[in-house]
């Protein structure tokens, strides 16, 4: 893997060229109109020889975590946040105002204890992160307070693969790629591939209940996890491996989503599954949205569980050029290391056409045809896949020719989402209108459960030199307030993080929020552990 950027998502040698850059400027002038934008320079941040502007350090690694310290101002400034929008905008002009004061890179539970005791001591704020690919302000430092950030990426191995039970035990700092390639050794792989893959932990995966591959049953981290280890400020917490139990609450329960706040998840027991060997995949293609909406419904509820079942809007499909002819697209896939898929996905076809779907590609069904969709080369899903892990690479690109682009998801029931959806995108493209002088709202389903969908929206505009964090702020929170009124989720697995308090604080229950206070005190009493998120003393 190539090196890090600073301010961008990503490696630096993956980063859009200048001649990519002015075809998105045509692309974006052809949706928002106004005539192309103009690629400006890029920061030179990203060159190992820059001179970074960091404020000046409240503390200093103690003696004893010298080793595993690192205080130079590369280190804080690629620690200092996520790949938010926010993010971008502040990178990109190099502010790192927040920036921790120095980074642990522990290699055993013991050095993570170790750094937990001399923050509780000192009063610092410590803040786990794995791949820093937070886009909700989950992994930045506030406050005055001394400030350390615990990067897990030392602790990165498979530790244990049982076979017979089909689980293995990883550590946390595992990122994607490396985490799978241990795992394919012995047959296995934990089929969990959120956008963020390539740079994403599996400590960051559950701290945040990420949501991965499959489109339906397997949908959050969550339904992976069978056991954790968690060090806390009061001690170890080590849950039993079972494949249910109805003894109480669940322990793991607790830790799942809890970002950091308390305890930094060091390993974990994961369920993990035989490498696919059969496949089939096809699209299908819609000129009506509310006919595409009931298909998805339909193929949700119908007990296939399909492995993908992604549907695009129209402007979602030109976006990332999967579909420039003005349909909506549903890219449907399923998967078994166990036997042929044909009559699932034939029936799937069938329940699309009942509501007026047309096939585009596929059905394919043969291991070499799937493998050549897998690899980016088959088809409308093929061309979804590449643009699915490069749309990171795609916002930081808008960010730099002045592009506002940004993300946001939910998950409401069925018979809710026409009005919610209806809600959400009045308000954007209101706020875009108010903000950009007008924009584009576009709309993916990345999740389907039979109850209801996770809606995903993407949303551009042009950004005002200067003005782009308030503008940001402004379509943001209308979003959110749309979601909030019709009923959805804040988030269906991006995490709450900073940017999502004020409407996760509405939605949950107020007696919930006074127990989990409780928690917070009993594990985390001098409350070190990520300020600001998700709950505080």
Not at 11 to 24: C, E, G, W
Not at 84 to 103: K, V
Not at 257 to 281: C, D, F, K, N, Q
Request: proline content about 7%; glycine content about 10%.
């Amino acid at each position: 893997m190539g090196e890090r950027s600073i301010w961008a998502w990503g490696t630096v040698d993956r980063f859009p060229d200048l001649r990519n850059r002015q075809q998105l400027a045509q692309l974006t002038g052809m949706l928002l109109g106004g005539g192309p934008a103009v690629p400006g320079p890029l920061p030179a941040h990203d060159d190992p020889g820059a001179t970074l502007v960091l404020p000046e350090a409240r503390s200093a690694p103690p003696a004893a975590l010298g080793a595993i310290s690192d205080a130079s101002p590369r280190a804080r400034a690629g620690h200092t946040y996520g790949k938010g929008y926010p993010d971008l905008i502040r990178g990109f002009a190099g502010d790192f105002a927040a920036a921790p004061d120095w980074i642990a890179y522990p290699t055993s539970e013991a050095e993570v204890a170790q750094v937990l005791d001399w923050a509780a001591t000192t009063g610092a704020a410590a803040v786990p992160f794995g791949g820093g690919t937070s886009v909700v302000g989950g992994v930045e430092h506030g406050g005055d307070r001394p400030r350390v950030t615990i990067d897990l990426t030392r602790m990165d191995r498979v530790l244990e693969v049982d076979p017979v039970s089909r689980a293995a035990r990883i550590a946390a700092g595992a990122l994607g790629p490396a985490l799978d390639e241990q795992l394919a050794v012995h047959g296995f792989t934990l089929r969990h591939f959120p956008q963020s893959y390539a740079h994403s932990t599996l400590g960051g995966w559950l701290a945040t209940r990420a949501g991965g591959h499959f489109a339906t049953v397997y949908t959050h981290i969550d339904d992976l996890c069978e056991a954790m280890r968690v060090i806390t400020p009061r001690g170890l917490i080590e849950t039993r491996r079972l494949p249910a139990s109805g003894a109480g609450p669940q322990p793991e329960r607790l830790f799942l989503g809890s970002e950091g706040t308390l305890g930094v998840i060091t390993e974990a027991w994961m369920r993990v599954h035989p490498r696919p060997r059969w496949r089939a995949t096809a699209s299908i293609k819609f000129t009506a949205w509310d006919d595409a909406v009931l298909a998805a419904r339909a193929i949700a509820q119908s007990g296939l569980f399909p492995t993908n079942c992604r549907l695009l809007d129209m402007k979602e499909a030109l976006l990332h050029r999967v579909s420039m002819d003005g349909t909506h697209v549903l890219l449907l896939g399923f998967e078994s290391a166990d036997h042929s898929l044909g009559p699932w996905l034939a029936r799937a076809i069938e329940l699309a056409k009942d509501h007026r779907g047309t096939v585009a590609t596929g059905p394919i069904e043969t291991d070499e045809q799937a493998a050549e969709v897998a690899a980016g080369r088959g088809g409308l899903a093929g061309s979804w896949r590449q643009a699915f892990f490069d749309a990171p690479y795609l916002q930081s690109a808008l960010v730099s020719i002045g592009v506002l682009a940004d993300t946001f998801e939910t998950a409401c029931t069925w018979d809710r989402f026409p009005a919610l959806h209806a809600a959400v995108t009045t308000a954007v493209e209101r706020a875009l209108q108010d903000e950009c002088g007008g924009g584009v709202v576009s709309c993916r389903f990345t999740h389907v459960y039979p109850d209801g969908p996770a809606p995903y929206y993407t949303f551009l505009g042009r950004a005002r030199p200067g003005a782009e964090l308030a503008q940001w702020r402004v379509i943001k929170a209308a979003a959110s307030e749309a979601l909030a009124a019709a009923g959805g989720t804040i988030t269906h697995h991006h995490a709450v993080g900073k940017v999502h308090r004020p409407w996760y604080d509405r939605e949950r229950p107020a007696l919930f929020a006074e127990a989990l206070r409780a928690v917070k005190r009993t594990l985390d009493p001098a409350g070190i552990l990520n300020p600001g998120v998700l709950v505080d003393l």
